[in-house]
């Protein structure tokens, strides 16, 4: 069974309004970067994705592993082929760079892909209460 994980955060990047599509395909591809909001999460999500990697029955040998991509540097990473429902006020968001900066809470899950990497999805993108009030990390 799929356990929904969820990271607040601010986000760094962004291509939710307009996704990216890679050359091979016309296929959207939402990508959502975000800082989170408590370091810890780091090690909480590493930890769940190991988990779910011994429980996952693949075909391929580990020898033939392909890297996770799962963060970058202080950012965990969101992707998705499947549109995600952006909630109150970042509904009415009409441009990627608008979502830059905002305080969010992701609900996704982690994703085993057909060869034996990982992840993280994401359905749900919400404004979140900010613990910090008036901290920018773009700033």
């Keep these: 069974m799929k356990q929904p ?10 291509n939710l309004i307009n996704p ?4 091979t395909d016309e296929i959207p591809r939402y990508y959502l970067a975000i800082q989170p909001e408590d370091p810890i999460i780091f090690d909480e999500l590493q ?4 988990q779910r990697k011994l ?3 693949t075909p391929y040998s580990s020898t033939e592993s392909v890297a996770d991509k799962l963060f970058d540097g202080c950012k965990v990473i969101f992707q998705t082929t499947i ?3 952006l909630e109150d006020g970042l509904m009415g968001v ?3 760079h608008e979502l830059i900066g905002k305080f969010v809470q992701v609900v996704g ?5 057909k060869a034996g990497n990982a992840i993280f999805s994401m359905h749900i993108v919400e404004p979140a209460f900010n613990s910090l009030d008036g901290f920018d990390p773009t700033a």
Excluded: C, Y
């Design 5 to 14: 994980i969820r990271v607040r955060g601010w986000i760094s990047t962004a």
């Design 20 to 23: 990216r599509k890679l050359f």
């Design 47 to 50: 930890e769940q994705v190991d």
């Design 55 to 57: 429980e996952a029955e």
């Design 83 to 85: 549109e995600p429902r």
């Design 94 to 96: 009409q441009r990627d």
């Design 109 to 113: 899950h982690i994703h085993m892909l």
